[in-house]
């Protein structure tokens, strides 16, 4: 049973430069999530994407894009890098059923260096 | 808005000794679920438990334990019997039971270092 997965695992991008981060989700799951976790502090909620469509939406300037594709895998785009973009990106999925969505499994993450 | 508060930054201990990882949150839903994740150094979060708003019965899973208490808004993680794997970051999250969607708010985490 495949996990989550994310490529690259490691992306090192300078500033003002746009980049691109990828995710396949568990295999049955359908629903995916993005997170962004800064050193020593606790993930934050990007969005989420479930159907093709952005569903929820954190807290992040319009600089973060993404997308969901036919087959449930994501991808997250940053534009226009600063140096606080610099951080552990974390796909997480998760199935949606009968309205209702369940625990999200984590990828193991891409961490972004921007210098 | 939601809000996840772990109050203890780090917790060392011995192998062997018991830990308590608290985790206090705030939410206006009165149907939520509660989860906790492990971090080790590699970096993935993993999946230990969820806990629905409605059921506030406290489980036990080997060495883990959870002690859900509603009227205090709290949700406490225990580790019996400690050892060095479980060395490792611990997150509680909550997240609310809406239709749109399940989006997980995180606390801080407490890095918990369990010493030979």
């Known amino acids: 049973d495949a996990g989550v997965t994310q490529s690259p695992t490691h992306l090192i991008k300078t500033r003002g430069q746009q980049v691109t981060l990828r995710c396949s989700p568990k295999s049955g799951h359908d629903t995916v999530s993005w997170y962004q976790q800064a050193l020593g502090q606790g993930p934050q909620f990007i969005f989420q994407y479930y159907e093709e469509e952005e569903r929820q939406r954190g807290n992040f300037p319009d600089r973060f894009s993404g997308h969901q594709f036919p087959n449930y895998s994501s991808e997250l785009n940053v534009n226009a890098l600063l140096l606080g973009d610099s951080a552990l990106y974390l796909c997480?999925?998760?199935?949606?059923?009968?309205?209702?969505?369940?625990?999200?499994?984590f990828g193991p993450g891409t961490r972004l260096t921007v210098t | 808005a939601q809000k996840v508060t772990q109050a203890q930054t780090e917790i060392s201990v011995v192998e062997k000794e018991d830990v308590t990882l608290d985790c206090v949150y705030e939410?206006?839903?009165?149907?939520?679920?509660l989860f906790w994740y492990k971090q080790p150094p590699s970096g993935e979060l993993v999946f230990l438990i969820r806990?629905?708003?409605?059921?506030?019965q406290n489980e036990i899973s080997g060495r883990y334990s959870w002690n859900f208490q509603k009227s205090t808004s709290s949700f406490n993680f225990t580790i019996t019997a400690s050892q060095v794997v479980d060395s490792a970051v611990y997150f509680c999250?909550?997240?609310?039971?809406?239709?749109?969607?399940?989006?997980?708010?995180f606390g801080g985490g407490t890095r918990v270092l369990v010493k030979p």
């Open positions: 939410t206006r839903d009165t149907t939520y679920y």
């Open positions: 999250a909550l997240s609310e039971a809406k239709a749109a969607g399940n989006k997980l708010t």
């Open positions: 806990r629905n708003s409605f059921d506030e």
């Open positions: 997480a999925s998760s199935l949606k059923e009968t309205g209702l969505f369940y625990e999200q499994y």
